[in-house]
């Protein structure tokens, strides 16, 4: 596969559930990223990894925990979230941000999540 | 840290020229501005970048205006497959690190 892939594509969970969501990039990029997009407002930047490392966390709730394994491979594990929480996850990729900052950045097709 | 305006919403014909503006007030002197397209159900797809002056590309140009308050993306001659949300995105570098801020977006319907 190509880009960035995002999986599950579709996810309903209750709020005491474990789920995690996974994405996965082949651009060979060094910086991920992952949104929330919830109806009709802006996108939200929740967490930032740049070489695996975190360097971003825009005051995200404890119940969303990042794990950035490789430079690769991003994933964002849920639990006890709340109906709020039901939205559309978008993971994104791009160049290294300290050495090619506003770099493009190409997004995966998102996760859309429903909590009941 | 700068905060970006755009239209709602906006209605076109095919084969006009379309153009959307973000304002951007307090974007400071080293934020790059990026225009992105979103399909329903799928992520947002880059168009074009630019810093200061005129971008042009092979889908789109962007203006921008020498005190950079603003930017206009204009989208020649627009079909139908161009109804999208358009999002404007700034870069603002804060405390060493570049802070992405998305716009609200803004709802192109383009009519036959």
């Known amino acids: 596969e190509t880009g960035v892939t995002q999986t599950p594509r579709h996810l309903v969970m209750g709020m005491t559930n474990k789920k995690s969501l996974k994405c996965e990039q082949h651009l060979g990029h060094n910086a991920m990223y992952w949104y929330k997009q919830s109806a009709k407002k802006p996108l939200e930047l929740m967490f930032v990894y740049n070489f695996k490392e975190q360097t971003e966390n825009n005051s995200v709730p404890s119940r969303f925990s990042p794990e950035c394994p490789n430079s690769s491979h991003l994933f964002l594990h849920l639990h006890t979230l709340q109906p709020e929480d039901s939205a559309l996850y978008l993971c994104a990729s791009s160049q290294d941000r300290s050495s090619q900052p506003g770099s493009e950045q190409f997004f995966g097709p998102g996760t859309r999540l429903t909590v009941l | 840290l700068a905060k970006t305006t755009q239209p709602i919403s906006m209605d076109s014909y095919e084969g006009q020229e379309v153009n959307i503006t973000c304002s951007h007030n307090n974007i400071a002197t080293n934020d790059y501005i990026t225009w992105y397209q979103q399909f329903p159900s799928q992520g947002p797809r880059f168009i074009i970048q630019?810093?200061?002056t005129k971008v042009t590309n092979e889908v789109a140009s962007l203006f921008i205006p020498a005190d950079r308050k603003s930017s206009t993306l204009s989208l020649p001659r627009v079909s139908l497959s161009d109804t999208a949300v358009y999002y404007c995105l700034v870069a603002a570098l804060t405390s060493g690190t570049y802070k992405y801020i998305f716009g609200t977006g803004t709802r192109l319907k383009v009519l036959a």
């Open positions: 630019g810093y200061k």
